[in-house]
């Protein structure tokens, strides 16, 4: 039982934790931090999350917390529009599902029925499952969420940072776009682990990227990171081929040493077709009004404009990165 | 519109005289009373009739993502230390004929929050096993129609707790007492659950989608045509456009030929690209 006296937007008010959860020490270190929330006891997160018809938007204000035990797949093999960084294959682990970021033109905005954000607390299941993979493959470990941004809510580097250690033939890709610099002081760099930080032009993350920190904020992150050892990957994923980013990548690279970083991404707003009309359902993103196209079931910007932005974006990249450590998709 | 629901009789009046409401002297099938804004039904006893008194409501008036459901009725509760007249919302509810469980999205503050068991017979026995202390016998019915009409958290259940599940009966005045003193919470329950409501509006195409119904009349539009038509003009309103200036342009134009309902279609497509 619980009184909520106030509901303060972007604030977890309520828990709901299945049965088998409880047992876990994740579990337990969550309920004691959100003591005050109205924690609700289910038989299976899917009764909650895969309700028909929920309110994206609202649950997006008002976000809930499920707290749940994952079951039979743990590591999936990566989307083909994904970037593998040349590593031979490309999995990925979701121990979290949704973001308490809001980025419109994520491909979680069309994903799932609902924007509550699902824990699954088995991390140890996770982590077997991380020495069966083949030398030389790569794992997102960030994939439906940003594991760094929800550090204080769920400190899943915690968890799995000995797992990481563990397996040293694999490597492992932490994406995000948090400026949490304190978190990565209590860790050593691994050889294994790369840390990929988005960054986009401050006129995109006002637009498009609600709740995320400025361009600044994670510049600064990204230039800690690289103070600490720590390999780092810049990912310019997604670029929108009807904005001017010149003026970015010069102000980027002018704060960040391009010689001290490992790689980067790059690649233009895409996103599955089914996913795109359904997001276009309910988003009133001017990121569904551009003028895109779909291309084999795939939708982003025509070709034309993509072959001239990616030349005019590469002139400058590659004078202060290395050719070779550009992966463009 | 806010539609509340309630099993018996005892429930709905002092909300009928709270919300001056009217009988719907039309209805025969369930006593059904409203104003301009509310419109309450009581379906009697069970989730069956429940379910099928909301889906009355529901085919009867209509129904919109800004509507909203309550279900207003009593409780009982296995614990003796809560007072009788406590007012309980549901966030979660459990039929325990087939132990499904039912989420409604609450948001709405300020009021304790439970689980509900939902029975289908009358619980006199304390050491019943419920999931949770508090039983009722609609608000699985509830849910389920909540399910198939509405967004969860359109959806929001009162319990007032008014006996302690044993045999004794309550005179009537008590009970519609209990009520009484909860209406100006079931009066706040209904402005916060209308802010949230508001909250979860997106874009309002009600004044495009009028116009664009006319312009289909008009020029016999094909459901092809709306299908790829609609999208376009959402996709124009998103950018900045004034969509009903130039979905107004269209109404005089009327369709003569296939030819004539092509040209007038493709006009359109481009005003709005």
Known sequence: MSCLKNLSSRAVHRIYVEEDAFGYDITRKVLKKYSDCDIVKINNYKDVFNRTRQSFSLQKKFPQLILAVKKDTFIYEGSPMCQNFGHQSYYYATFMVNCIFDCQYCFLQGMYNSSNIVCFVNVEDFAKEFSRMECGSMIALSYETDLIAHHNIVPYLEYIYEYIKATENVAFEIRTKSANTLILSKYMPLDNLILAYTLTPQKIIDSYERFTPNLDARIKAVNHALDLGFKVRICFDPIFADEDYEEFFQHVFEKIDGKRINDIGYGFFRMPKEQYLKAFKISDSIVYAKDCVEEDGVVTFPEKMITEATKIHMDIIEYFVDKEKIYIL | ?273
């Open chain 2, 1 to 273: 519109m806010i539609y509340i629901h309630t099993a018996l009789s005892v429930e709905a009046s002092p909300i009928i005289e709270g919300f001056k409401l009217k009988k719907d002297m039309d209805t025969k099938e369930f006593q059904v009373f409203g104003n301009e804004d509310v419109i309450l039904i009581v379906s009697g006893v069970g989730k069956v009739k429940c379910a099928m008194g909301i889906a009355y409501l529901f085919g009867k008036y209509g129904v919109c993502e800004k509507d909203i459901l309550l279900n207003v009725g009593y409780c009982g509760s296995s614990n003796l230390d809560v007072p009788l007249g406590t007012l309980k919302l549901a966030n979660k509810v459990v039929d325990m004929d087939t132990g499904r469980e039912y989420f409604p999205d609450l948001f709405v503050t300020g009021y304790e929050q439970e689980c509900i068991s939902c029975f289908s017979n009358v619980i006199t026995n304390r050491k019943e096993n419920t999931e949770g202390v508090f039983v009722d016998m609609e608000s699985a019915g509830v849910m389920e129609a909540s399910y198939k009409f509405l967004y969860p958290h359109q959806t929001v259940i009162v319990k007032i707790v008014s006996d302690y599940m044993d045999d004794e009966r309550k005179d009537v005045l008590f009970l519609k007492s209990l009520i009484d003193k909860n209406l100006s919470n079931i009066e706040d329950i209904i402005k916060q659950s209308r802010d949230i409501v508001c909250m979860a509006q997106g874009l309002n195409m009600a004044e495009e989608d009028a116009i664009l119904d006319r312009i289909r009349a008009n020029m016999r539009f094909t459901k092809g045509m709306m299908d790829l038509l609609r999208p376009r003009v959402r996709k124009a309103k998103i950018k900045g456009y004034d969509t009903v200036s130039i979905l107004c342009g269209f109404l005089d134009s009327k369709s003569s030929s296939k030819v004539e309902r092509k040209r007038v279609f493709d006009e359109l497509l481009k005003k709005l690209k």
